[in-house]
């Protein structure tokens, strides 16, 4: 089968259309045949190396969420899986490939309705937005702040907050088109990556943080913190922070904040997927939004990066065997 994997470390052009064997599903696993990749952030930051220490090495198969139908199952797995069409989390590998295993824990029917594209635009990251809320105690009347908001886990988080009944749902990106389209999401006030803007009726201070870019600036956004606020890390698009970061909170001692990582991998599977599976509903209904910013052959997985290296990406980029 045809498949992607990291051949160095680095730029896009690191990566590789390979032919690998079909992969037998393990016991307690499925095997489907893909129709849709989601290509997410966290795939061009374990190829750009940034995760090394965390174990990815070279020659890894990229790919963390697929959908398609299931074509075979391992052992202990019903076999009225089979044909069935699902989306999978096939645990930050295997996914760049014509056939992918997952943990049947991890696999979850697609309800009609759906397409392959919109479910791995979702699937993956709307957990993430929600359990980083939740995990922030987010409630109504809150400033909340979503930084990196024009990937999928920020577009969905933006949504969460503003029907969970935020005082203000603040974004930062990177131009005002992206602006223009976050403010249709559900964004009140945007700022660019920086921090300007907003307008003058912006909140001065935010309750929540929910953060997907990390990086050397994050230090400044603690700063932003309203007494009691709270900052959810879900991401490293940016980078890592400063080493010293956590001065800064000690420094504002009397505000009382609180700052944690938050990883979808600390939620009981169970519990994934029952947000996923009503998430997936409301996708249907047209309640959730999710934005496939364009499907390419995955051959073109490259090509693929780049756009993401340079910034073009809104939403997520879908790729198709
Ligand atoms: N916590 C979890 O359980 C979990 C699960 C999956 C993934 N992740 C993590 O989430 C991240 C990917 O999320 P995603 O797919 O939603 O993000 P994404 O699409 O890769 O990036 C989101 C946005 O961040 C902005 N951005 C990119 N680089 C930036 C920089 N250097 N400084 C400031 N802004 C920057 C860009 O928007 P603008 O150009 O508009 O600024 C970009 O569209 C990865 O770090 C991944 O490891 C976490």
Do not use: C
């Amino acid at each position: 089968m045809k498949a992607v994997v990291i051949s160095t470390f680095g730029t896009p052009d690191g990566l590789e259309v390979v032919d690998l064997p079909v992969p037998v599903p393990a016991a307690g696993q499925v095997r489907i045949a893909t129709e849709a990749i989601g290509v997410g952030g966290v795939d061009a930051v374990i190829r750009r190396g940034t995760l090394a220490a965390y174990g990815f090495r070279e020659g890894h198969l990229l790919g963390s969420e697929v959908a398609g139908s299931v074509t075979a199952v391992g052992e202990g797995v019903d076999p009225s899986w089979t044909g069935r069409r699902v989306w999978a989390f096939t645990g930050l590998s295997g996914g760049y490939a014509e056939q992918a295993v997952a943990a049947v824990q991890d696999v979850l029917p697609l309800p009609d309705g759906l397409t392959g594209a919109d479910a791995v635009a979702l699937g993956g990251s709307g957990v993430v937005a929600h359990f980083a809320l939740d995990r922030a105690r987010f409630a109504p009347g809150e400033a909340v702040l979503v930084r990196g908001a024009a990937g999928s886990i920020g577009i969905t988080a933006v949504q969460l907050a503003a029907r969970g009944g935020a005082g203000a749902v603040v974004v930062t990106t990177s131009s005002a088109e992206r602006g223009a389209r976050l403010r249709d999401l559900g964004a009140t006030h945007v700022l660019d990556r920086s921090g300007e803007g907003g307008g003058s009726d912006a909140p001065s201070g935010f309750d929540v943080v929910i953060d997907v870019v990390g990086g050397p600036q994050l230090p400044l956004w603690l700063d932003r913190l309203n007494p009691n606020g709270r900052f959810m890390a879900v991401g490293v698009v940016g980078g890592q922070p400063p080493a010293d970061f956590g001065m800064r909170l000690m420094d504002a001692f009397r505000k009382s904040l609180s700052f944690a990582t938050f990883s979808a991998d600390t939620v009981p599977a169970p519990d994934r997927q029952a947000v996923r599976s009503s998430q997936f509903a409301e996708a249907v209904r047209g309640d959730l939004r999710t934005v496939v910013h364009e499907v390419l052959p995955l051959d073109q997985a490259v090509p693929a990066h780049r756009k993401m290296d340079a910034g073009e990406v809104f939403g997520r980029i879908v790729l198709t065997p």
